[in-house]
């Protein structure tokens, strides 16, 4: 696979061979520091954290992984279940010598960090999760809709690859407001990521994990990790969010973003870098 890494001061790329899939990763900061894994959604990679990684670099040690089948990391046929992709992302920190981390996810990657953290609560010390209903959202179905409007189309054996990069150009632009990508960026998300990517991501979600979990799969399981959910005012995926704490979850704060939709990482940088230096409670 080819290795045309956007420069970004600081950072060097590596490629990890883990629990059989080849993960690229981009590193940067002190190896001693303390250790903070950056994961990205759809249809995103590393890049997605450009404004993040220079200014967590100088307190952290920064891990920014491609998951399965995006950006430089291996693109397998199968396993986008997300509990794979947590899987992934264990086997490559194993591999780096890094037992515990701070989980920051954007998207699926905060999806995945979700179930990465109530199945190993230890490897976690504490997570920010971002633009996603977290798994103990009340179901809307006034929601449904606008799920249903991308993904639909998107898992569809046949449909999907055909419309898998028109759609993408769109929805990575969408509602940023007066602060859209450039164009090369645009393009450096689409070209690094297959159709058959985009349909496994969402067919494996829509036919196998969203059933289980409209059934109550995680309704009594209980989130142990330390846990700020951020979404953005704007964004429809997330709206009608309580801000707060709930009781039946202790662990979990959601903050509502004033003026952003669904792209914190990339429009609201500050409050990611914040977030991850703040020493914990």
Known sequence: MATDFPELPGVTHEFIDAAGLRT???LAGPADAPPVLLVH??????????????????????IAAD???HGWTERPRTGYGKDQLAADLFA????LGIRTVTWIGHDWGA????LAALKHPDRIDRMLTMAIPHLWTPRDPRL???FLSYQGPLSLPLIGPRVADRMLRRIVQAARGPDPLSQADVDLFAEHIPPATTVAMYRTFLTREL???LKGRFAHQTLEVPTTHMVGERDLVTSGAVEGTSPRQPQLEVRIVPKVAHWIPEQRPDLV???????PA
């Open 92 to 95: 490559a920190l194993d591999t």
């Open 111 to 114: 999806y995945a960090g979700f």
């Open 273 to 279: 870098v914040d977030w991850a230096r703040q020493t």
């Open 67 to 69: 998951l399965r089948g």
């Open 211 to 213: 059933p289980p979990t």
């Open 24 to 26: 690229h990763v981009a």
């Open 41 to 62: 959604g759809w249809p995103q990679h590393w890049w997605a954290w450009r404004h993040v990684i220079p200014q967590l670099a100088d307190t952290h040690r920064v």
């Open 144 to 146: 449904l809709p606008i």
